[in-house]
């Protein structure tokens, strides 16, 4: 696994539930500004767990890399199915 540093943040994305996880796992939502960040150990975990099955249910998303825009977002989310 490569090295990630351990301030980089992830938001989860469920594309089984159309959203990005909330924090603490509670939930999901449409709203970036809502979602969870999560450290990469802990990111990873939840989506090897959620994708145990050979079907891609959930993907780990850099905080970093948030899209600048709805239509960027909507453009993210509609390839990734």
């Avoid at 943040?9 to 970036?32: A, K, L, M, V």
Wanted: glycine content about 4%.
């Amino acid at each position: 696994m490569k090295n990630v540093s351990s301030s980089t943040r992830y938001y989860i994305w469920s594309f089984e539930h159309n959203g990005w996880w909330r924090p603490h796992r509670h939930g999901y939502t449409q709203d970036i500004k809502e979602a969870g960040e999560y450290n990469f150990n802990n990111a990873f975990l939840i989506v090897q767990e959620c994708n145990s099955y050979g079907e891609i249910k959930e993907a780990i998303v850099p905080v970093k890399m948030e899209p600048r825009d709805a239509n960027e977002l909507d453009k993210y989310t509609k390839q990734s199915r």
